[in-house]
């Protein structure tokens, strides 16, 4: 079976907020793929990043895909806005804590022609985003428990990936198996031989000098 191409995805979290245009830009002309904006609401995860108008200036921006990661509670209550602001991808976290109905959800996503997305943190079982399989476009599998940039990859994640992988081939699918969280080269490697074919990645992007090295290593191409 062919390989998929594998896909990179800077995550925003990491830029320098003070210069969002000049970033993008940036991560454009280095050759990323797609664009990853992790929006964070200080209850589904620890954290607050920002929201819809920030996926809006990127729109202005940049021609990239926009792949938004929603790490908050409600998030059908809020998907609305983010399609408004131009989300090419739209990720939902399937714990209870982020207080949804997830296949209506991803089915609202969906009817709107947006790509749909479903994650799952360290801690949830692969059984839990397995009924869905068969109606998103991608699966984020977490590899640091959400809500910082800068955490250390968790090997033990690739058990899961290998699963999606499994999955995808056993039924034809066209499913992105992605990851997220202490992605760099090394890992990334990691990843890709498990079966991932999109990786997110902050810390190893924005903070170094050369983006379109950083982003052709994560690619494996050097
Ligand atoms: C974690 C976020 C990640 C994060 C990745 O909660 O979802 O997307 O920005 O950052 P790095 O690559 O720095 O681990
Ligand atoms: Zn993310």
Redesign the pocket.
């Known amino acids: 079976m062919l390989s998929p191409r594998i896909l990179v995805a800077p995550?925003l979290?990491?830029a320098d907020f003070s210069q969002l245009e000049a970033e993008i830009r940036r991560a454009e002309e280095s050759g990323a793929d797609w664009l990853?904006l992790?929006i964070?609401d200080g209850h589904f995860?620890d954290?607050i990043s920002f929201g819809p108008a920030v996926v809006a200036t990127a729109r202005r921006h940049t021609k990239l895909p926009l792949d938004v990661?929603l790490?908050i509670e409600h998030a059908d209550h809020y998907v609305p806005r983010f399609l408004e602001a131009g989300a090419n991808s739209i990720t939902v976290h399937v714990e209870p804590e982020a207080k949804h109905d997830v296949a209506q959800t991803l089915s609202a996503i969906r009817a709107a022609g947006c790509g749909a997305g479903l994650s799952l943190n360290p801690a949830t079982g692969f059984e839990a985003v397995e009924p869905h399989l068969g109606n998103i476009d991608l699966l984020l599998v977490?590899t640091?428990h959400?809500?910082?940039?800068?955490?250390a990859f968790r090997p033990e994640m690739m058990e899961k990936v290998k699963r999606a992988k499994d999955w995808r081939e056993a039924h034809k699918s066209m499913l992105h198996i992605e990851v997220?969280?202490?992605?760099n080269a090394g890992t990334g490697k990691l990843s890709i031989d498990n079966g991932a074919d999109v990786l997110?990645?902050?810390?190893?992007i924005f903070r170094t000098g050369d983006y379109a090295q950083a982003i052709r290593e994560l690619r494996g191409s050097v």
């Open positions: 995550s979290l990491a990853h992790d964070m995860v954290n990661h790490m977490m640091v959400p809500g910082f940039g800068g955490q997220d969280g202490g992605i997110v990645a902050g810390t190893s």
